[in-house]
């Protein structure tokens, strides 16, 4: 029997190990579906605003495109109306009544109810709740200004609606600085999805830092400013808490939050057993040269850090050794691929006439081209069935046969280079992500380059949505596709200079080990044994080893020469 003999015959009886249900012992699918955020966006825009008799900052949100049917139950709605006039080229004004049993408004792009009234009856907020959640599922505008603002989260703290059933509120007892103050917690209209606003906050002084690479414990200041917040939050549970600064507007498009206006927005999630509480306060954007992280935050990876709270330690003290028992692992550092090493990927997936390839590009794009590169590179090569996946709703993921029926005799995965966070937001504890670690159960091969190499592990580094900097990104951490437990895998490596970085990771996480990649190199994993392959060297980051003063805090291995993932150690 020949090589491609043996190879195809080791698909074949784990396909049949597959079909009759037998896991395998290093590829388990613990992953789960509910540990992320089903919805990743929303579909239109949605502007919260403390003030609801003035435009000063939600103004700057405005412009000559913005058609506005205006709902004003404030003292002068005439003066409000002008403030728009002055700002869009159509605003119409219109009472609450008139909005009931009509929720079709084509004319307009923009809705805005502003309010400064302290009491708003049941029947109106339901119906304001309706339109503002169809407004927004037809990809329009929503402006939400006044006292009643904060109900555009999940929850809303207190408010003058009295609940109309006992289990539409809790009564929950906090003790700031000593005291004891009495308050409920309401349901919103979720329009900023698991969010609760605390509105028309003073500024912090100082100002509170920018603390979103490292989770850190609040200031004194910080929990001055938030009494009422936190409190709201523990109960909560996987709620990500805003509290909103006066004269300043916030903004929500698809799963970006900016604010305009004089003040700032401060996000923060409540401590759980094994992180602290975390904060990060974004203000207007002033300049070009302004870091990002100051101006612009992304809702989604918090979200998804408010649920990393209520599930247990990630990663775990003692993670599972780095095994693949079934299979191959291809993971290049980017760039170009080592010269035969797609060959070699199609033939550990049984060779051009009977590998099943499946294609996964890493998009933010909803969809993507018809004609994917990888795909006419398998088709040159003579591979008879080549297809590619992509999907931004996880829904599609884990339900829709059509979309699956790739992945379900696929015999080899690879996965393209671009954000890994993309990866992570549409496969994480889905069925295709399941489907993906069968593969490997049926002896096939799984291979990518960049973000594909990153993702093979089970923790993900480097998968912050905004820019790429950090190593270690809060709420995405465990994002990992987890065919390769017990390491950290990054990419770009000498080209870039991330070895400060990947340090970074391993001082903080000395269970995992660490492994950078540099471009055109890559490591072919089978069992336990990493082979090195291509142009570069790939860096080994071990923490269970003493590191010396002056001495390199890894082990280099040049191509041609095979690392032990399981003993940590070069092979000899």
């Known amino acids: 029997m020949n090589a491609r003999q043996t190879i195809n015959l080791s698909l074949l009886i784990g396909c049949l190990v597959g079909i009759s249900g037998v896991t395998s012992r290093g590829q388990?699918?613990?992953?789960?579906?509910?540990?992320?955020?089903?919805?990743?966006?929303?579909?239109?825009?949605?502007?919260?605003?403390?003030?609801?008799?003035?435009?000063?900052?939600?103004?700057?949100?405005?412009?000559?495109?913005?058609?506005?049917?205006?709902?004003?139950?404030?003292?002068?709605?005439?003066?409000?109306?002008?403030?728009?006039?002055?700002?869009?080229?159509?605003?119409?004004?219109?009472?609450?009544?008139?909005?009931?049993?009509?929720?079709?408004?084509?004319?307009?792009?923009?809705?805005?109810?502003?309010?400064?009234?302290?009491?708003?009856?049941?029947?109106?907020?339901?119906?304001?709740?309706?339109?503002?959640?169809?407004?927004?599922?037809?990809?329009?505008?929503?402006?939400?200004?006044?006292?009643?603002?904060?109900?555009?989260?999940?929850?809303?703290?207190?408010?003058?609606?009295?609940?109309?059933?006992?289990?539409?509120?809790?009564?929950?007892?906090a003790n700031p600085n000593n005291g004891t103050a009495d308050f409920s917690i309401e349901p919103g209209w979720n329009l900023l999805p698991e969010c609760v606003i605390q509105l028309d906050g003073a500024a912090p002084n100082p100002q509170t830092p920018d603390s979103t690479e490292l989770p850190t414990t609040e200031s004194t200041n910080a929990g001055e400013a938030h009494r009422e917040l936190l409190p709201a939050l523990r109960q909560l549970k996987s709620v990500v808490g805003i509290r909103l600064e006066s004269e300043t507007a916030l903004r929500l498009r698809g799963r970006k939050v900016r604010v305009a206006g004089s003040g700032g927005a401060t996000f923060v999630l409540r401590e759980s057993q094994h992180l602290p509480q975390r904060q990060a306060r974004i203000v207007?954007?002033?300049?070009?040269?302004?870091?990002?992280?100051?101006?612009?935050?992304?809702?989604?990876?918090?979200?998804?850090?408010?649920?990393?709270?209520?599930?247990?330690?990630?990663?775990?003290?003692?993670?599972k050794t780095p095994l693949v028992p079934d299979g191959t692992l291809f993971i290049v550092g980017g760039g170009g691929l080592p010269d035969g090493l797609m060959e070699d990927f199609v033939e550990a997936a049984g060779g051009v006439e009977h590998a099943r390839l499946v294609y996964v590009p890493c998009a933010e794009d909803e969809q993507v081209s018809e004609s994917q590169a990888t795909v006419r590179l398998w088709?040159?090569?003579?591979?008879?069935?080549?297809?590619?996946?992509?999907?931004?709703?996880?829904?599609?993921?884990?339900?829709?046969?059509?979309?699956?029926?790739?992945?379900?005799?696929?015999?080899?995965?690879?996965?393209?280079?671009?954000?890994?966070?993309?990866?992570?937001?549409?496969?994480?504890?889905?069925?295709?992500?399941?489907?993906?670690?069968?593969?490997?159960?049926?002896g096939g091969a799984i291979g990518g380059s960049s973000a594909g190499a990153s993702i093979q592990a089970r923790y993900?580094?480097?998968?912050?949505?905004?820019?790429?900097?950090?190593?270690?990104?809060?709420?995405?951490?465990?994002?990992?596709?987890?065919?390769?437990?017990?390491?950290?895998?990054?990419?770009?490596?000498?080209?870039?200079?991330?070895?400060?970085?990947?340090?970074?990771?391993?001082?903080?996480?000395?269970?995992l080990l660490g492994i950078g990649i540099d471009e055109s190199t890559a490591i072919v994993v089978r069992k336990s044994l990493a082979e090195v392959v291509g142009d570069g060297q790939v860096?080994?980051?071990?923490?269970?080893?003493?590191?010396?003063?002056?001495?390199?805090?890894?082990?280099?291995?040049?191509?041609?020469?095979?690392?032990?993932?399981?003993?940590r150690q070069l092979k000899l």
């Open 539 to 567: 860096f080994f980051y071990d923490r269970t080893r003493p590191v010396f003063p002056n001495r390199p805090d890894y082990v280099a291995v040049d191509a041609g020469n095979t690392f032990d993932l399981a003993n």
């Open 460 to 511: 993900l580094a480097r998968a912050t949505p905004i820019e790429n900097f950090r190593i270690m990104a809060p709420g995405y951490e465990r994002g990992g596709l987890g065919f390769l437990s017990g390491v950290a895998i990054d990419q770009h490596f000498s080209q870039r200079r991330r070895q400060a970085d990947m340090t970074k990771l391993v001082d903080r996480y000395p269970q």
């Open 379 to 442: 088709t040159r090569m003579g591979v008879r069935h080549a297809s590619f996946i992509h999907t931004k709703d996880r829904q599609t993921a884990n339900e829709d046969d059509s979309f699956l029926a790739p992945l379900r005799d696929a015999t080899g995965i690879w996965f393209g280079g671009g954000r890994q966070w993309n990866f992570a937001d549409s496969y994480y504890g889905t069925t295709a992500h399941r489907l993906m670690k069968e593969v490997l159960h049926r």
């Open 284 to 319: 207007a954007r002033t300049g070009r040269r302004q870091p990002v992280r100051q101006w612009w935050l992304d809702l989604t990876g918090w979200r998804r850090d408010a649920i990393e709270r209520t599930l247990d330690q990630f990663p775990p003290q003692h993670p």
């Open 28 to 173: 388990e699918f613990d992953e789960r579906y509910s540990d992320w955020p089903q919805e990743l966006k929303i579909d239109g825009t949605v502007v919260v605003c403390a003030e609801a008799e003035s435009l000063s900052a939600t103004g700057q949100l405005l412009n000559d495109e913005s058609r506005v049917l205006l709902v004003a139950d404030v003292a002068d709605p005439a003066k409000l109306l002008e403030q728009y006039q002055s700002r869009v080229t159509q605003v119409n004004l219109a009472s609450i009544a008139e909005l009931e049993g009509k929720l079709e408004f084509p004319q307009y792009n923009t809705l805005a109810w502003h309010s400064s009234s302290a009491q708003v009856d049941q029947a109106t907020t339901e119906l304001l709740g309706r339109l503002c959640s169809k407004w927004l599922d037809q990809g329009r505008t929503l402006i939400l200004a006044g006292r009643h603002a904060d109900r555009a989260g999940h929850s809303r703290i207190g408010g003058g609606v009295a609940p109309t059933a006992p289990a539409e509120a809790k009564n929950i007892q």
